[in-house]
Nanobody, 122 residues
Framework: QLQLVESGGGLVESGGSLRLSCTVS????????MGWFRQAPGKERERVSC?????????YYEDSVRGRFTVSRDKAENTMYLLINNVKAEDTGGYFC??????????????WGQGTQVTVSS
């Protein structure tokens, strides 16, 4: 059974850095496209980054995070990461990882993790 478990969230000062992890079980981390999503308080969940399966290798970033967020995968750890640099107040929210049902960052994700909370202090 495919499962996703996020970790690494917490309280971080504005301008700091944070690395979120999404540990995958039941499938290899590069089998499907995977995305990171963020849900700010009172707002809808939005995708901030996505990485396609290794055969395609494309990476997507939402405009507001491009240059500060970096997504990566570690096959040995079977984990996807999201490095957040120069953290801003608007980065506060729940962060969720998800897998897509195919190799591309298209359509709706098929599986979701439970999320990890990031809170940015000024």
């Amino acid at each position: 059974q495919l499962q996703l478990v996020e970790s690494g969230g917490g309280l971080v000062e504005s301008g700091g850095s944070l690395r979120l992890s999404c540990t995958v079980s039941g499938v290899t981390v590069d089998r499907y496209a995977m995305g990171w999503f963020r849900q700010a308080p009172g707002k809808e969940r939005e995708r901030v980054s996505c990485i396609s399966s290794s055969g395609d290798g494309k990476v997507y970033y939402e405009d507001s995070v491009r240059g500060r967020f970096t997504v990566s995968r570690d096959k040995a750890e079977n984990t996807m990461y999201l490095l957040i640099n120069n953290v801003k107040a608007e980065d506060t929210g729940g962060y969720f990882c998800a897998t897509y049902p195919n190799c591309f960052c298209d359509g709706k994700p098929a599986y979701w993790g439970q999320g990890t909370q990031v809170t940015v202090s000024s």
